[in-house]
């Protein structure tokens, strides 16, 4: 570990869906030193839009490499403000971004869209995350993984999503062939910004996160990596040369990816040569920076939620149906990753801000806050609402993306903060059904600690989720934990810690403040949850009859119950 | 009829939810001559709430006696200002009003709410239409009603309201025992505003509207008035006595409720002695104002829906299960009057727009046009969203206030405008099962007369309605159906037609604009129907099963073949 009289840094990057994050700790003990945030500047807060299909969601690669350049640089300038920081005490440097989020690339690795002839091509930019377009595509690889004897799915929860690489690569091909036909390869963002910075671009031989690869492209060593190309010319014959086109084995975040070239490392400020960590997904950094251990559920929750735990690495886990993910070394190296989540939960209190909240309560941040307030004078089960969180499908457990969002119980009364209370119960509704699936499952969830901006912002939402979930709720003690999980694998490339594990002891930890769940609320919640299993079951469930008939009746007494109350 | 030579005219009141409207007629064409309307000061647009209970609505009696004299003394001085009006040409009068609307009054027939020491008491208020606290009274009516060996629910679709007067009562005799026993009977306002205005108060000889009676009080000629002491003291021993302070008789609106008295004459500016007719629910003067005839079904389109039909009095017409009410007499004296009705329409628009409505569209009207010019530029089906249009409970075919809205389709996208039109379909989905529960039992729909605020200025609405139940809509000749079918009442009553059906065939019509469905339109409302049908059925009906997961995924196919056309 640094000792005191050498004191060494490292940065984190962190490739969220609107903005990326540069973060430099101090390697001796994770705090910030500085942080610089940059927004992409592309299309609709970033995100590349088509207003015929909102199931479509890009982004311009451009906003990667610009948001590494400014934000780095940035950062960098603001810390030599700081007493002990000096450009060249940076010892590595550790990327994150949301995935799975793949482009495709040319021989060279370079990104189709900076093409003249593809710049204005939605299909030539990344596809980001949350894009859904490819869903027909997903039924597809998921009835094909299904019949086939290698089962390739059974370490991402049985269903293949249209979140992931090669649902939109099918998709691709089937919808923009000319693009389809230019691409060499396909590259995740996570390896992308790693590839870019270390000059290491070749789609042959980059390195490849073991993250992106497990959780997206139903790579397991289990099958000697990728799936082979006899199943992925069953999906298009054409699927199957991109198979060579990877590398033979993905490797976790505690391994080098290259080092920083000197054109690149003279634009953000730092000499050549440092370190870069193999890059990962945001929310499983997120998990590394939050002090993800055995026993302990990690819930990144921004636009939407990842959830992550780990369980030991030397003894098989079951397969957990509509888990997104059970990957060895995603998270933690030596470790199962396990990754879980929910397509949209910020995004869904976003939108309601956006498209449905009247004047009086302002716009945007202040919109949030006097509907979080508002909303939290209002008892468990007081506005007779009940909503489904599946605005942008279902992920975690139905995995889904043909799922859409409910109201339900709105009188000729009901109000915008109720209706807002509604939706953030849903999503804590659905945060428990994943934590109800972990444990159905064997694998116990001893505590919950929650980051990102919505756990740090908004203790109105964590408290719903503390008594819904009748659990603590802990916050992690860093804003920033997935750019923090990056710094830590800087720091451990960087030689500053031997493992992981140790980097953690020193780098992460949570907050004092606990939300704890009030039992009175935990009971209404506990009815109103019964409630949402059924809507849950029977919209998200093939052949699931039952009557409802009594649901808005049960609703109603329970309104009208804590009215009184 | 009345000769061109002898010009007479004819005074309409139509007392509605958040005012009343005097219209001045000319009795040999039905022509609007002056007009005023009065917004009732008390509450919140005329209705009294509880913060407590959503269900609670009431009203200030003290509004409709200061409504008739303010709307009825400033159309006589507009009036006067036409050419050929005299007051002395004013040759009769008639009431309608909202209703099942009761309220307590004492031995002399004046309401209790005057009193100082009730003058705050909710209970002691006129318990407007839409008040639904009384829904578990309604239930146990219901209940206790099907056991009877007289089929007291026969006439009114075989379940009782918690909109109507003996839950009303019922109520008020378990939660406000003290209003209750001072209370010497109960008056409907269609009957209390004929009774004040011609000084026929006392309860138990003031004149009482079949409609009222038929429609809400459960009263038939098949049965001897109104139910029996027995069957009422099965409810509360206390209701018993009730019996006995009402008419023996109640009569229909072509005949006179008695003479206008001097002091309320002198404040109107008309002379004493007007004869006034029996009061009636306002949709069923709206369907006579909107020439209602057999095979005609009326819409009366605000705030909620009233449908009304007749059908020849001379035979015997099937009960219809769910309809509000059949009654003879109640629309047309000698015909059978058939009651429907949507608990709430415009107020859904209107609570839309005033809680969920962003900055840009304005408030008010403004927001409804806006909303509307937006939302008619969608394709139906474009939007993926389907609503249930029960915010207010659900009068026909379920006959249940124990319902609420429900909105299911919402994307990260979903705008406004595509819900406020999933709200106004919804309503039309509505619409049409009472068109088709009519058809079920027999009564043929052979044309749609719409009438009331939504059908005069949404044409964006109307076109929904015609494309939705894919019929032509047709609509009134007249702004002020309701208004206009009283007026025409005070036509009879003061001997300017010898019938009702006379004096329809010189006072009403229609517009030449008419709304036809177009065919493609149709076509996918029939898919949305489907479904809409699948939702109500599934919430709205007891040990219905079967399974939903369909929805949302023929919502989604169906959106995305909209938004391909």
Redesign the interface.
């Known amino acids: 570990m640094a000792a005191k009289a050498a004191r060494t840094f490292s940065i984190g990057l962190d490739y969220g869906t609107n903005s990326v994050r540069a973060l430099i700790v101090d390697t001796g003990d994770g705090r910030e030193v500085a942080t610089h945030v940059f927004d992409y500047p592309s299309g609709e807060a970033g995100i590349l839009l088509d207003p015929?299909?909102?199931h479509v969601a890009r982004q311009n690669p451009a906003d990667y490499i610009d948001g590494f350049i400014v934000s780095v640089r940035e950062a960098v300038k603001k810390a030599k403000r700081k007493a002990g920081f000096r450009p060249d005490r940076v010892i590595g440097i550790g990327v994150d971004t949301t995935g799975s989020t793949p482009m495709p690339v040319d021989r060279r690795g370079e990104p189709l869209a900076f093409r003249k002839e593809f710049k204005r091509d939605l299909a030539a930019q990344a596809w980001l995350w949350k894009d859904h377009s490819s869903h027909a595509e997903a039924a597809e690889i998921t009835r094909k993984a299904a019949d086939y004897p290698v089962k390739y799915l059974a370490k991402c929860g049985g269903t293949y999503s249209s979140e992931w690489y090669w649902s939109k690569i099918l998709h691709c091909r089937r919808t923009a062939p000319r693009v389809f036909k230019a691409a060499y390869s396909w590259v995740e963002l996570a390896d992308f910004v790693p590839a870019y910075i270390t000059g290491r671009t070749d789609p042959d031989t980059m390195p490849r996160g073991i993250c992106a690869a497990g959780h997206k492209a139903m790579y397991s060593e289990e099958w000697g990596g990728l799936p082979s190309k006899e199943f992925l010319a069953s999906l298009d014959p054409d699927l199957a040369p991109l198979r060579d086109r990877y590398t033979d084995k993905a490797v976790p975040s505690d391994r080098q990816a290259g080092e920083l070239i000197a054109p690149v490392a003279k634009k953000v400020g730092l000499p050549a040569g440092v370190p870069v960590a193999v890059g990962a997904f945001d929310a499983h950094h997120g998990g590394v920076g939050a002090g993800a251990r055995e026993g302990t559920l990690v819930k990144i929750i921004g636009t939407s939620t990842c959830d992550i735990m780990v369980a030991p690495g030397d003894r098989a886990l079951p397969d957990v149906p509509g888990l997104c993910g059970i990957v060895p070394g995603s998270v933690i190296p030596g470790m199962y990753g396990l990754e879980a989540g929910q397509s949209?939960v910020g995004?869904?209190f976003n939108?309601f801000v956006?498209?449905?909240?009247?004047?009086r309560y302002g716009r945007g941040s202040a919109a949030h806050e006097k509907l979080s307030r508002e909303a939290a004078r209002i008892a468990p089960g007081a506005s007779?609402l009940l909503a489904l969180d599946?605005?942008?499908g279902n992920r975690t457990i139905l995995v889904d993306p043909?799922?859409?969002?409910?109201?339900?119980?709105?009188?000729?009364?009901?109000?915008?903060a109720e209706?807002y209370r509604a939706l953030v119960e849903a999503t804590a509704f659905g945060a428990l059904t994943i934590i109800n699936r972990f444990e159905e499952y064997g694998v116990r969830v001893g505590e919950v600690v929650n980051c990102g901006g919505i756990s740090e912002k908004n203790a109105f939402v964590m408290q719903i989720y503390a008594d819904v979930c009748n659990r603590p709720m802990k916050i992690s003690a860093s804003g920033q934990t997935c750019a923090l999980g990056a710094a830590l694998f800087g720091a451990v490339v960087g030689g500053a810690y031997e493992d992981t594990a140790a980097a953690q002891r020193r780098m992460t930890g949570v907050k004092q403040k606990v939300f704890r769940p009030d039992p009175r609320h935990a009971a209404v919640y506990a009815e109103l949850y019964a409630l949402y299993k059924e809507l849950h079951d029977?919209?998200?469930?093939?052949?699931?009859?039952?009557?409802?008939?009594h649901?808005?009746?049960d609703?109603?007494a329970i309104r009208?119950r804590a009215?009184?109350a």
Chains 1, 2 share one sequence.
């Open positions: 015929r299909d909102p949209a995004d869904i939108w956006q498209h449905l909240v009247p004047a007779g599946w605005n942008n043909l799922l859409t969002g409910l109201v339900l119980g709105q009188t000729l009364h009901t109000t915008a209706i029977a919209f998200g469930t093939p052949g699931h009859t039952g009557s409802l008939y649901v808005m009746k609703l109603i009208d009215r009184k």
